[in-house]
């Protein structure tokens, strides 16, 4: 049975005793708390279940005594509208609803009050047995939100993602959400609820909206914005300035109020003068799009798909000053897309995507971009697939479930997106496309056109979906090398570390870890036909704007009769930039030794290779294998190595890779899996560029490793010297009468 959530509880690390105080005095404040590590989305001053989603904690209010139900019996406990007064929809303004006698007007002044509260702070029911919450913004997408099929569905995939982006909005650090979505996923449509939602309750503020082109954008606006605003009940809704279905810009004129007996006495025509002095606009798309202006929010609709001249990550260097005011962020962005190809712009997006990710922050508590990712796969929001709870079916279920929609649901929405997968794989581009609209993972959104790849995009991308739930299963260990009892040139060992630099699929039997082979007072790897390394090194350990290539290293087996020894297999991954580079080295002379393998490095970069050197470890360092050692140059000799500025050797090394994929990577004939476990390794290769090598660390080290293993096609028939054996005998011309001897 499939398996998937797209959060967990935690609430280990709380102190009961301190919650539970400050839950009866009702302290806690909405915002991030810095003494529980969670954003705080409760304001009622209470703290309850505390959410994990993608890295942040999200703390939720307590669950009330009494939590509303449209039924006593579980299976039959779903999310249910807020029931509205049947004359309603017939007052469509303030001044309509003054007009009424008081004894009418009474009847509605609890409703609505009580639909502030809710627009506020959101609402609690029973779904299957189990108390939910859902935020005020969703309330008001779920009740007061008209979309193009009328009051959207409650689907748990949308719970999730207005509690994140709740937490976007309470948290002082952050400038709003990066969504990484699946197509049809009603991004455009909450994007829009909220965008009306906040306009109508804000003063002197400005909304924004931005997608892919300028017309687009327009189009969110006349067909999402407007009319969401034009529906929402008169208690809401602000009047508006100018004409009712607006093209470019929809103003607020009359502040929007809680009516309430007292609210409604006191109006008076000052007040409906003074009015909100907020606006809802669009931009055409560009790098300076709002520039120099001041946002209360802004929509970023499809920024996945932006295009040259337009630069998501220029636009949004650009935008991210419309939210702040020096160091205080006064505004939000709501951004969202599927990723196009990553030359068609995919590839920003992608950036952007990962510079957001809240598990890394730099010393302000700020991610890179300053926004919070959020991805959530497309099984959680595929149409036809979601039952009456907001649950997505999975599985194939044993008898029909009733859908969200009313419609019974056969089969499960994995298996369908098997099959839909399934249909394509004879087309490469159009499978990559499906998976980009509806991905199943961060990787499935990112995946690439196949002619923009060196090498075997489908191969790659085989092996990358198979590793996905491989890599959750110990199959790949993150790790630490170190010299027992801290003794160098003595014997290394390998620890688990989840915060170590290595990645370890195999580790040698203990009879072969650590052997060294001594000859005339040099050490040399004894176990160098069982496999090699391949390093990209760098020489410098800083640099001024803390930037520059990672070191990278890469072990592989080769071929291997021995049941011990996986054959032609990539067994250690490594691409760090430790603080110093002579960390560097010693993390690669460990793991020499540890593994008793040769390594074969680029020496254009030689202070890896002095290092190794200096150690004694020379007879580690392989010779470029496609030269006789009489033709190495004086420093070849010395040290080892190879050059990388050779074209010949360029290509050799791209076509390693390239066999390597081809025979080792994804599915073969017979439908199995390849053992390349190393994720950052294939995403290197997929975007290899042979022109402009020098950022894919992975890519050069992996190519060395095989290289270093099948050093054998290398050698250089050219330069072969083949010497004529003399045995001492005399030889003879045959030819004509007699025998002659040959002088």
Known sequence: MYKQTLYSVTREHLDKKYVQKMNKSKSFKYGFNIDLDCVIISKDGTLGDIYLIQGLRVGLPATPKKVQSNSNKPEEQVYTRTQKPETLDKIKTLNDFKKYPDNIKEKYYEYISSEYNKRSDGEWFMCNGESQYITGAHYVYLNWT?????????????????????????DARSYGMCYLKNRRS???FMASSETVNQATISRDSRFGILSKSGADAKKMFTDKV???SSNYPFFFKPTQDGMERPKTELSYKVPSRRLTRKSI??????????????TIDWKNTGDNSYDGEK?????????????????????WRVTKTCLRLGAKIVGKCMMGSTSNALKKGGGNFKKLYYDSDVRKRNRNGQTASGLYSLFIPMEWNFEGFIDVYGFPVFDNPEKPVKGIDGELIYSGVIEHWENEADGLRDNNDGLNEYYRQFPRSEKHAFRDEIAKSLFNLNKIYEQTDFNEDLTKSGYVTTGSFHWKNGVKDSEVQFSPNPNGRFRVSWLPPLNMQNNVIMKNGIKYPGNKDLGAFGCDSYDISGTVDGSGSNGALHGLTAFSMLASVPSSQFFLEYIARPQTAEIFFEDVLMSMIFYGMPILAENNKPRLLYHIKRRGYRGYSMNRPDKVR????????ELGGIPNSSEDIKQAHAAAIESYIEDHVGLNENG?????????????????????RTKFDASISSGLAIMACQRHLYASKGTREVKKLDFGFSRYNNSGQSSKIIQ
């Open 630 to 637: 009489s033709k190495l140059s004086v420093t070849e000799k």
């Open 186 to 188: 009603g991004f455009s």
């Open 226 to 228: 407007v009319p969401i």
């Open 295 to 315: 946002l209360r929010l802004l929509v970023h609709d499809e920024s996945g798909k932006w295009e040259r001249p337009d630069n998501i990550l220029n636009n």
């Open 146 to 170: 008209k979309i193009d099929v009328g009051l959207p569905d409650f689907r748990q995939a949308n719970r999730i993602l207005y509690l994140f982006w709740e937490a976007c909005c309470a």
């Open 672 to 692: 199995d899996c390849g053992k390349m476990y190393f994720q950052r390794t294939l995403e290197d290769w997929a975007g290899f560029d042979i022109n402009n």
């Open 265 to 278: 006495k006191e109006t008076n025509e000052e007040d409906d003068q003074k009015g909100l002095d907020t």
